[in-house]
């Protein structure tokens, strides 16, 4: 299924060029056209699904093995010392395009590329309190 007004939809279509490093039936792996560091890959499913929460589980479950299968491959082939693999949900988590992706993004010693998160140092009682609101 594809969105008329899906960038992500056009780029599978061929629509409009990408960098391709990888297809399958199921699968599609760019380039990101403004990488945070070399070889910073996108894998999007031909579906169109908007992000995880629409995203079939069996679709998920492959996208995890690309996602492996592709790391392995890039930091043979682009000699890169570690990854990160992040996957937005929403605009509110950085989400801009509304087409399930995961950002393969390698890491180098001397990349200088920042990716982290602020620490809330939540109390003992706010981390219970936590626990308990997500499993009862």
């Known amino acids: 299924m594809k969105q008329d007004n899906c960038i992500f939809c056009k780029i599978i279509s061929g ?3 990408a960098h391709t490093i990888y297809e399958d039936e199921q699968f599609k792996v ?7 560091t070399k070889g910073h890959a996108l894998i999007i499913p031909k579906n ?25 491959v890039m930091t043979d082939k682009l000699h890169c010392d570690g990854f990160n693999i992040i ?13 399930f992706h995961m950002h393969l993004i390698p890491r180098y010693k001397d990349d200088s590329e920042i990716l982290k ?17 997500i499993t009862e």
Do not use: C, W
Request: avoid cysteine; aromatic fraction near 6%.
């Open 87 to 99: 996957q937005n949900n929403g605009e509110i988590a950085g989400q801009t395009v509304f087409h």
């Open 15 to 17: 629509e409009i060029p």
């Open 48 to 72: 169109h699904y908007a992000n995880m929460y629409e995203l079939p589980e069996d679709t998920a479950v492959e996208a995890i093995k690309l996602a492996k299968k592709m790391m392995q």
């Open 30 to 36: 760019i380039l990101d056209v403004a990488p945070a």
């Open 117 to 133: 998160y602020v620490s809330l140092h939540p109390s003992q009682e706010e981390m219970e309190e936590t626990r308990k609101t």
